[in-house]
Nanobody, 126 residues
Framework: QVQPVESGGGLVQAGGSLRLSCAAS????????MGWFRQAPGKEREFVAR????????YYADSVKGRFTISRDKSKNTVYLQMNSLKSEDTAVYYC???????????????????WGQGTQVTVSS
């Protein structure tokens, strides 16, 4: 069983920073990538960033490029999302997701991931 657990959300003023963490117990599963997604009220869940299990490949949504950084501590099976220069439009529930399959042509799509955390709320006040 793969169970990602997020932490680090909270309330921050616009222009501030937060760091989210996702610890995932992966057991014997092969992990191909871990990603962060977010969902604002009334909107669909959207891709934010992902990192390959090797740590060499990182990918970002255009809306967060240059402000967010995803990284991984392989020894701890933990992925981080450093969020700087936060904007009110970054307000959402942030979810960590783990992909343990090679299916799907779009690895930025939520439907491509098979294990999800419970989510952590990030609120940016303007």
């Amino acid at each position: 069983q793969v169970q990602p657990v997020e932490s680090g959300g909270g309330l921050v003023q616009a222009g501030g920073s937060l760091r989210l963490s996702c610890a995932a117990s992966v057991g014997t599963f092969n992990v191909y990538t871990m990603g962060w997604f977010r969902q604002a009220p009334g909107k669909e869940r959207e891709f934010v960033a992902r990192i390959t299990w090797s740590g060499y490949g990182t990918y970002y949504a255009d809306s967060v490029k240059g402000r967010f950084t995803i990284s991984r501590d392989k020894s701890k099976n933990t992925v981080y999302l450093q969020m700087n220069s936060l904007k009110s439009e970054d307000t959402a529930v942030y979810y960590c997701a783990v992909k343990t399959n090679v299916f799907g042509s779009n690895w930025n799509s939520p439907g491509s991931y098979d294990h999800w955390g419970q989510g952590t709320q990030v609120t940016v006040s303007s």
